[in-house]
């Protein structure tokens, strides 16, 4: 079983950056791509970005391109997402998820395993 627990989120102004960090259970972390999605209230979870197992392949939603970055770490078994000149519209609850294809991208369902959450939360 892989357990994900994400860390980080807060309230920040606009213009300003986090760091939000997973920690993923288990020895096979390196065979999982992994991916970070967002909610907002009221809204359907979307995709923001993706990293393959080994790091050097990077996805991200137009909406953050240029200013989040996705990384890893496998032997720390840890993914990031920086996130800088952060935006009102950024607020959401951001999750991390594990992907055990090779195939999969934007979409929720290819995801195999999931983090509980953390809340990121942008003041005007």
């Known amino acids: 079983q892989v357990q994900l627990a994400e860390s980080g989120g807060g309230l920040v102004q606009a213009g300003e950056s986090l760091r939000l960090s997973c920690a993923v259970s288990?020895?096979?972390?390196?065979?999982?791509?992994m991916g970070w999605f967002r909610q907002a209230p009221g809204k359907e979870r979307e995709f923001v970005a993706r990293?393959?197992?080994?790091?050097?392949?990077?996805l991200y939603a137009d909406s953050v391109k240029g200013r989040f970055t996705i990384s890893r770490d496998n032997a720390k078994n840890t993914v990031w997402l920086q996130m800088n000149s952060l935006k009102p519209e950024d607020t959401a609850v951001y999750y991390c998820?594990?992907?055990?294809?090779?195939?999969?991208?934007?979409?929720?369902?290819?995801?195999?395993?999931w983090g509980q959450g953390t809340q990121v939360t942008v003041s005007s």
């Open positions: 998820a594990a992907d055990k294809s090779v195939s999969g991208g934007r979409l929720a369902a290819s995801y195999d395993y």
């Open positions: 288990g020895r096979t972390f390196s065979s999982y791509a």
């Open positions: 990293i393959s197992r080994g790091g050097s392949n990077t």
